[in-house]
Each structure stands twice: as C-alpha cells, then as structure tokens.
C-alpha cells in the first residue's frame, strides 16, 4: 500500500467532505495497515467527525485497499 493508493481512494471521498465545508489531509501510512489523517475545516471540530472517519473514509480505505487496517485522525 502507497502513499499514492491512499490519496487516490481519499480524492473520492473528498467532494463528499468539501461540500460540508471540511476536507481531509493524508499524514502518514504505516507498514502495520495504519493510516494517519488530519480532519480539517468543518470537519476538525463536527460532532460527527468520528463517523465520518470510520464509517465513510475507513470503510472507504478498506473497500478498496484491503491492507488498510485502520484510519485515525491525528
């Protein structure tokens, strides 16, 4: 899994964050199947923040790389 993989996957996901008014930046991706994000704009301080990490960007990751083991936001 690349760095390019993920930002692909994420570039899919982000229209759906950019109409909120939020958007999501990739930080790292570590060789365990960690992904570290960074919510930002509306989505940094949305109570919904955590759903939308894990049910929209993590069920997205790893629908289409399965080596994604988690996302979490730093």
């Known amino acids: 899994m690349t760095k390019e993989q993920v930002e692909g996957v994420l570039d ?4 759906m ?3 909120d008014g939020g958007d999501v930046e990739l ?3 570590e060789e ?3 992904v570290k ?5 509306a ?3 949305c109570p919904m923040a955590t759903m939308t990490l ?7 990751l790893k629908e289409e790389i399965p080596e994604v083991k988690e996302v979490v936001a730093v």
């Open 54 to 60: 894990k049910r929209g960007i993590e069920a997205k």
């Open 27 to 29: 930080l790292e991706v």
């Open 12 to 15: 899919k996901v982000r229209p």
């Open 37 to 41: 994000v960074r919510l930002v704009g």
């Open 43 to 45: 989505c940094g301080g």
């Open 32 to 34: 365990d199947g960690t």
């Open 17 to 19: 964050l950019q109409r």
